[in-house]
């Protein structure tokens, strides 16, 4: 198992713990020192993801750490935090100890906890995920979020980022300044 933010081949174990049919070990990147965790299971319990047009597909780890990725593209997240949200939700899925999931319930996992770390990057997720179809859903999201939010924001700290920039053009018609 190589460290996933160097690449090194070889890592200690500092934690291990038995979760449900497997064992969860937390390890450490020998080069790094970067912690990262490990699941160790057996093949037969391995996850399928049941999709919206009912078809199975074996969960892709790869492919949730791309979609939340894709989602946190250039937000000021700590580095590591796409791993780490990757990791929380594998955990938490092979936690509940079943051998299918609905992929709505993976994707509301994700944007229960982008919700809580970065709007931008929830709404990005949320867009792809629930197919926003119409504007109007869309723009309800972007609106509940903001009022939520609008007495946490530090706007000299996000200068850099444009955030309203990239609302505007997700939720068209949408005007707004924050001064
Ligand atoms: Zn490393």
New binding site residues.
Partial sequence: MN?P????HSSKVIDSREVNDGIRRRRQ?L??N?RFTTYERLQSVSLFVIKKDERREEFNRDKLLTGIRKACEKRPLPTGTVDKLTDDIEAELYRLGKAEIPSTVIGDMVMERLKSMDYIAYIRFASVYREFTDITTLKQEVDTLISNEAGELHPTSQLQLLPDEELKTIAKGRQRSRK
């Fill in positions: 460290c933010y160097c690449g090194y990147c080069s790094c970067s």
